[in-house]
């Protein structure tokens, strides 16, 4: 087990004051079997007028907050310290034949995870990413077989390149540009999944990075990280894979959350009155404790 520390800093500034705000947050790491989260605090400024905790139709931990005082910039502030050591999938060819996932997710068994074999607006089911990810799923292949070839696969023929691409990049233009980022992959095998009729879902969280050799740890490196969560079946459930990074997700990742795509789970949304322009700043320190 990793316990790691977590502070994730998000800062807006806006041209001009901003009157009256509301927004919504997904910033609470998520307990799940695997995951312990042993502390987690939000802070925001500035003060709030109204401020809920709860959680979204996923199971996530959300908080809604209202700020209706002038401002003209916003601050959150997420400090965490969460123990991690997902368990280990099964044995690849100890897993169903794909064509037999697709089908318990189209029954009763698959009741938990039919919603995520429907196309979502930023991971539809693609044809193009379909007829990608089926190179990894030949008749008969055990499910998680075809899937760590899926992730070895992206992995070799994307590179990772910021700046290419938006979070609004469709999955269509990535296919043919062949780079992007961690949420790039992940919605192209969501939506080559889907097009399969396999259910899968986008997972957020972090990832815990190391200096080059020789080099000190730089604060704020970290980063935001998305992967995906690949339904097994009603026998095995589900396992996380990180196309990224061409890894079964372990101990070197932290949950957020989980949606349909990245719209589900983006850390923060709101509605602004007034703002203008906006500057955004995000720093992330992901360590061990």
């Known amino acids: ?109 698959g009741v938990e995870a039919v919603e995520f074999a429907l196309p979502s607006p930023l991971a539809p089911a693609d044809a193009g990413a379909g007829t990608y990810a089926a190179q990894s799923f030949p008749p008969g292949r055990p499910v998680l077989a075809g899937l760590l070839d899926l992730i070895a696969r992206i992995r070799r023929d994307f590179a990772f390149r910021p700046g290419v691409t938006t979070i609004s990049t469709p999955v269509s233009q990535v296919l043919t540009g062949r780079a992007g980022v961690c949420q790039d992959f992940a919605h192209l095998m969501i939506a080559g999944l889907r097009a399969l009729g396999l259910p899968a879902r986008y997972c957020s969280g972090y990832v815990r990075t190391r200096p080059p050799p020789g080099q000190q740890r730089r604060q704020g490196a970290d980063q935001s990280h998305a992967w995906v969560g690949c339904w097994l079946g009603p026998h095995h459930g589900w396992v996380d894979l990180d196309p990224t990074n061409d890894l079964v997700v372990r101990d070197e990742h932290v949950l957020l959350g989980w949606g349909r795509d990245y719209a589900d789970v983006s850390p923060v949304k709101g509605i602004l009155l007034g703002g203008g322009r906006q500057a955004l700043e995000v720093s992330v320190d992901l360590v061990e404790a």
Do not use: K
């Open 1 to 109: 087990m990793t316990r790691y520390a977590l502070r994730h800093a998000t800062l807006y500034r806006y041209a001009t004051p901003v009157d009256l705000a509301t927004h919504l947050l997904h910033l609470a790491p998520r307990a799940v079997p695997g995951q312990t989260v042993r502390s987690a605090t939000l802070a925001v400024s500035p003060a709030t007028s109204f401020r809920r905790n709860g959680q979204d139709h996923f199971g996530n931990g959300v908080a809604w907050l209202s700020i209706e005082q002038p401002h003209d910039r916003l601050e959150v502030v997420l400090e965490a310290e969460v123990e991690v050591a997902f368990a280990p999938p099964p044995p690849p060819a100890e897993t169903p034949p794909w064509e037999e996932v697709r089908r318990a997710a189209d029954d009763l068994a």
